[in-house]
C-alpha cells in the first residue's frame, strides 16, 4: 500500500509565498516521477510540476519564474516551492507519484491566495 501525504497548504496574500511537501510511504522499491496538480474550484485537475528520479523538472507556462518543483529521493519527498502567489493559484493541490505502472495520489492541501 502506498501513500502520500501533502503538508504546507495555507492561506496568503498575493505576492506570498508557500512549500508544499509530500511524502511517500509504503512499499516502494523506486519513485519514477512525482509532481504536483492543482484543481481550482469549478475547474479540472491541471498539471503544475512534475520532476524525474533524476531530478529534471517541468513546469507549466503558469508556473514558470514563480514555482520551484524539487525532490529528496532518499526520503520519498517531493517539493513544491510557491512564490509571487496569484489569486488564481487558489485551488487543491494534489501530489502524485508514478510507481512502476501505477500512479499514486494524496488527498491534497488547500492553497488560498487573497488579493
Known amino acids: 500500500q502506498v501513500q502520500l501525504l501533502e503538508s504546507g497548504g495555507d492561506s496568503v496574500q498575493a505576492g506570498g509565498s508557500l512549500t508544499l511537501s509530500c511524502v511517500a510511504s509504503?512499499?516502494?522499491?523506486?519513485?519514477?516521477?512525482m509532481g504536483w496538480y492543482r484543481r481550482a474550484p469549478g475547474n479540472q485537475r491541471e498539471l503544475v510540476a512534475t520532476?524525474?528520479?533524476?531530478?529534471?523538472?517541468h513546469l507549466v507556462d503558469s508556473a514558470k519564474g514563480r514555482f520551484t518543483i524539487s525532490r529528496d529521493n532518499a526520503k520519498k519527498m517531493v517539493y513544491l516551492q510557491m512564490n509571487s502567489l496569484k489569486p488564481e493559484d487558489t485551488a487543491v493541490y494534489y501530489c502524485?507519484?508514478?510507481?512502476?505502472?501505477?500512479?499514486?495520489w494524496g488527498q491534497g492541501t488547500q492553497v488560498t491566495v487573497t488579493s
Open positions: 520532476v524525474s528520479s533524476g531530478g529534471d523538472g
Open positions: 509504503g512499499s516502494i522499491l523506486q519513485i519514477e516521477d
Open positions: 502524485y507519484a508514478k510507481i512502476a505502472w501505477d500512479h499514486y
